[in-house]
């Protein structure tokens, strides 16, 4: 018998799609399920955090509130889609305080008024180990969609955000530090100027680190892509071990993306407000994913978040 932590996350999933889709006619693995509604596609994501591995030990149930609805809506966000309303399943103990799935909905309602978007639905049920599953639905105009696949060499890559926010948690697994993991920033309003300028050949959220997203981009458009390690943002403090480690740190939920030079200028002339976008590599011939440092070029492995064991 095969434990499914010894196949890993990436394993079971690529297992489950040729199950679900052996043709891939529906295009299974991209951040979101994508259906074709005519002039618009419906996007459907759902993303499931439980105590064990998404949880921290005495973190603010409004933060894990919060955390689920964004994860979710990053995922519509890396589509370049406007989320229409989300869903909420739990699995909670029969002897957990009533506070606890207050305070949790509390923090999904501020996630989501914050970007107005209703609630329109959900279930509750017991279960041993705190659950939450979310689901968000929106649409993007088909002319719009963001794919991960269509990379092309001689494009731009780039990231909206810094990367590395959630060391401040990791550094010490804190408890009052939960929200620099929790609090993610859905990149919603960046998504749809990236999905308007038409100059965006392919998108992902970061939510396993940027080394697992490049790969991901690289892979779904038969390309190469690197990155130069001096023109990545960091989140202020980090020390330079710190930064290594932050190129494989999963939770950063940035937008990553590659953008054509002929028509760059709409996405880099476009007002993103406090929140900046930063051009970190270029898309390569060579497949592969690498890093340019200290004035040489070498592999980045793909050594980002994965359940179920595996790399992590
Ligand atoms: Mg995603």
Redo the contacts with the bound molecule.
């Keep these: 018998m095969t434990r499914l932590d010894e196949l890993g996350e990436k394993a079971i999933v690529s297992d489950l799609i040729e199950l679900f889709d052996p043709d891939g006619a529906h295009n299974l693995g991209d951040?979101c399920a994508v259906v074709d509604l005519g002039r618009d596609y419906l996007l459907v994501t759902t993303d499931i955090i439980n105590r064990k591995t998404h949880i921290p030990e005495g973190a603010g149930s409004r933060d894990v509130g919060w955390h689920i609805a964004a994860i979710n809506l990053?995922?519509i966000a890396?589509m370049g889609g406007q989320p229409l309303g989300m869903l909420f399943a739990f699995g909670l103990r029969g002897d957990a305080p009533v506070s606890d799935l207050t305070e949790i909905s509390e923090g999904i309602r501020e996630c989501c008024s914050n970007y107005a978007i209703p609630v329109l639905g959900g279930d509750t049920k017991e279960s041993d180990v705190l659950t939450i599953s979310g689901t968000a639905i929106g649409t993007v105009p088909k002319s719009e969609i963001l794919w991960r696949k269509g990379a092309k060499p001689g494009d731009i890559i780039a990231m909206t955000g810094v990367l590395g926010k959630p060391m401040e948690w990791f550094r010490a697994k804190d408890p009052h530090k939960a929200q620099f993991l929790l609090r993610v920033v859905p990149r919603i309003r960046e998504g749809r100027i990236l999905a308007q300028s038409q100059a965006v050949t392919s998108c992902?959220?970061m939510?396993d680190g940027l080394s697992t997203s490049l790969h991901h981009l690289a892979k779904a458009g038969g390309v190469g892509l690197e990155v130069d390690f001096n023109r990545l943002l960091f989140a202020q403090g980090l020390s330079l071990e710190e930064k290594e480690h932050a190129l494989h740190l999963g939770g950063d939920y940035e937008l990553l993306f590659t953008v054509s030079p002929d028509r760059a200028e709409h996405v880099f002339n476009a007002d993103f407000g406090t929140s900046p976008i930063t051009q970190v590599g270029e898309v390569t011939e060579d497949t592969g994913v690498f890093i340019l440092k200290d004035g040489a070029t070498s592999q980045l492995p793909d050594k980002g978040y994965e359940h179920f064991g595996g790399s992590a």
């Design positions: 951040d990053s995922d890396a992902i959220d939510s």
